[in-house]
């Protein structure tokens, strides 16, 4: 079976690993344009994610039998139209179902026809508008704090979580700077601002049949104590403490199956990888976003968890017959640790040799995960982006994982190589600074 994974993270290397490890049947492998770590275990080919014909040729020429897809901007570009209309194999939701990540006020929107829990809002068509709601109190006084969000995909940036009404002042000067692309900022959420713990669920999704992965949680800061400037995410855990089951039953029957059958009522129905960011506050849980597409990092933790064949389960989407498919996980936890490069999130600088990797690769029940690594002339570990890899362990319980994954970590070591050291330890949230 040739299978095609498209993206280049930690994420994508996780999805190859579980392929290798979960599936007994004979396996190639393909990754555009993936990275050195997943080079280890599959071809590489240097397309861009954002080429979409070329992809689709690529699976066409290689004949490829499935194609998954990593990343949010392909899937809002209508990737998986193009390949359906191609007749290739390919799991993900199309354009018009993407748009519940790729359009935020379209989610807003769609959770308000469907009654989905989520924070109240309002959307400006324009900077200045949305700064007269600010100013006409819908959402608390000079010194209460709000949440600006631009409407379309801006990598994580397009989101402010203002302490009060100068804060999102300035993050509204931001988006007028240009801090996301244009486009993305069309349109401006004004958003009530929640507080609690936040969790990820993970669906694996056709239609209204679905099933729930491990609860995970991420923590999007750079600083320990949840602190500095928002990421990508600087690790992960899966563990029973993340989700009661009481609270998982209520976002089940609340969020996730309204949420899918409103997609099937609207002629979108739900095909792929779905994942609900949530709060939950003292009234009850609430969406924060949907995205269409694994987490990174928290595919890394979940994916290690993972004993049925990921290929089958792929398989199964891409087909539309989840039907009754069993999907079993370890009842381990499991802990992933971000190790990024100097300068991030801002600006990373990349280049620097990795050391150590190969110490830290013979540990037990550790996998890392390559998120940005090149090869250098004498092939040693390169850093090559700011999220450099993902160090992830699973455990009898939270504490052993993150012991195995802080132990491995620390036999890695290239200059100005920072992580943060209470991963699992924090709620991954806190009111704070403009991020
Ligand atoms: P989003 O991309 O919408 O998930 O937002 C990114 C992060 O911003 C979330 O993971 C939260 O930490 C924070 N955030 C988003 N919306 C809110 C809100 N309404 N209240 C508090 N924090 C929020
Ligand atoms: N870890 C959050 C995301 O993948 O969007």
Redesign the pocket.
Known sequence: MKIFIVGSGGREHAICCSLRQTSKRPMELFCAPGNAGIAQIAHCSPIPVSDTAALATFAHENKIDLTMIGPEAPLADGIVDVFEQRGLKIVGPNRNAARLESSKAFAKDFMRRHAIPT?SHHVASSIEEAARILESGEFGGEHDPV?I?ADGLAAGKG?F?ACDRLQASEALDELKRGVVAAEAASKIIV????EGP?VSVLLFSVGKDFRLMPAARDH?RVGEGDTGP?TGGMGSITDSSVLDEATRVRIVCEVVEPTLRGCAAEGIPFRGILFV?L?LTHDGPRV??YNVRFGDPETQAILVRLQTDLAEIFEAISETRLGSMGINWSSESSACVVLAAKGYPAKPETGAIIEGLDRARLHEHVSIFHAATTRGANGEWLTAGGRVLGVTAIGETLDVALSRCYAAASEIHWPGMHYRRDIGRTRG?DLGAVS
Request: glycine share 6%; net charge negative.
């Open positions: 924070a949440v969000k989101v979580v958003e009530e601002t929640l936040e999007k928002n960011g709060m924060l976003e949230h």
